[in-house]
């Protein structure tokens, strides 16, 4: 199955610019043979990139105070990616029982690695409703090309990889009219990209990586389209756990689902964790969600959603002072992301109405975000001294029409 793509993101703003271009190509094959009491599959991925770009800004510094780049470069890189992968699955015990090992082996053309990940699947069948599932492996994640703008001499960049493990159920129940499922995770993750320079910005000053809500969260979201603009390394480790459950019921058309997370999320290595593990700026240990749609008639349907989760961690400015030379007051950072900024709580509303066609079905819905217009904090801002601060809202009520086609 071959594919091509291409993308291009820019961010202009007086005299700077970052400009990213990447055109992909890339195809896979895969092939099963069924046996008696299972299949043997394997796989080949293959995939080409190019990536473009163009930097006019002042490099950030290195330890030394020297700036390595000038402030504008530009060029491209080019990388090709190939992966293999094979898994057996095997039942016994009348079917009752299942194991499904598998092995994945790549080598990423842009840090120019090979890495082996192995991985395992158990499975029993406990009744003919319910069922339990473990699973443990390694995962590897290639480096962003993004990654590679700004690296500290001597220390190339390499892939970072987890080790993860999970445990679960399913309970299939005709009373309810559904099923339940609940599962545990956890994973420890090493080699991750950490800064290694710590810059100028304070901690607790907004934009600042560590000082978290919008903008320490958007840092990490567009990481993969814009960079971080800042000197990284593989020094970092994590880990995380927790446990997910979902409750999906039908009965008639009416049908809807509830699920809760409770998750924790740590990092060490940035400069503000050497020796400690500081919670990950999108840590959020409670998500809530509740969703439900029902006919009105038959063509319309009417679905709502219900969305609960924790504020991302934040670190609180405890006061501030002035600096001498620029005449600007300068903020004092408090423990590192250890408060949180109030819980996001929205209600999303949508009603659609279809019409079926011997050449397809045409979908005409409206869809309202943040019915109640509640302002969910998303980020801290503050006044020139740091001694009030505000909470940046999140979306307001959005609503949204448009217009659906499935052949």
Not at 119 to 137: C, D, E, P
Not at 207 to 231: D, H, I, K, W
Not at 254 to 271: E, F, H, V
Not at 312 to 336: F, R
Request: proline share 6%; hydrophobic share 40%.
């Amino acid at each position: 199955m071959p594919w091509l793509g291409f993308d291009r993101n820019a961010i202009i703003a007086n005299e700077n610019r970052v400009i990213r271009s990447n055109v992909t190509a890339a195809t896979r094959a895969t092939v099963q043979r069924d046996l008696e009491h299972g299949f043997v599959a394997a796989g080949v991925d293959v995939q080409g990139n190019r990536y473009g770009y163009t930097l006019e800004a002042d490099a950030p510094a290195l330890p030394t105070g020297t700036t390595q780049f000038p402030p504008r470069i530009e060029g491209s890189r080019w990388a090709a990616d190939l992966g293999a992968w094979t898994e057996v699955l095997h039942r016994f015990a009348n079917d009752k029982l299942a194991i499904q090992p598998g092995l994945r082996v790549d080598r990423f053309g842009l840090t120019r690695d090979w890495v082996l990940d192995p991985r395992i699947t158990f499975r029993q069948q406990a009744t003919s409703n319910v069922a339990f599932t473990q699973s443990i492996g390694r995962y590897h994640q290639p480096a962003l090309a993004t990654a590679v703008d700004y690296q500290l001499p001597g220390e190339p960049f390499r892939s970072s990889y987890a080790w993860q493990a999970s445990a679960g159920v399913n309970v299939v129940s005709r009373r309810l009219g559904g099923d339940v499922t609940a599962n545990a995770f956890g994973a420890t993750l090493y080699d991750l990209p950490v800064d290694v320079v710590t810059g100028a910005t304070p901690i607790a000053a907004p934009g600042s990586a560590a000082a978290g809500g919008a903008a320490a969260a958007s840092r990490q979201l567009t990481e993969e389209q814009f960079g971080s603009y800042s000197y990284r390394a593989n020094r970092g480790r994590g880990r995380t756990y927790g446990v997910e459950t979902m409750v999906r019921r039908r009965v008639g058309q009416i049908q809807g689902w509830l699920s809760y997370t409770y998750a924790r999320s740590y990092r060490q290595g940035d400069p503000w964790a050497l020796d400690r593990y500081a919670p990950y700026v999108l840590d959020q240990p409670h998500v809530l969600t509740a969703l439900a749609t029902a006919p009105l008639g038959a063509r319309w349907r009417i679905g709502a959603r219900v969305r609960y989760a924790s504020g991302n961690p934040i670190t609180p400015t405890v006061g501030s002072y002035i600096n001498t030379d620029s005449q600007a007051y300068v903020p004092i950072s408090g423990s590192v992301l250890s408060e949180r900024l109030p819980a996001f709580l929205q209600l999303d509303v949508r009603v659609d109405r279809s019409w079926a066609r011997p050449w397809g079905t045409l979908k005409l819905f409206l869809d309202v975000q943040n019915v109640t217009n509640r302002l969910n904090p998303e980020g801290v801002s503050y006044n020139f001294d740091y001694s009030t601060k505000q909470y940046t809202r999140g979306l307001p009520v959005f609503p949204s029409i448009g217009l659906e086609y499935t052949p």
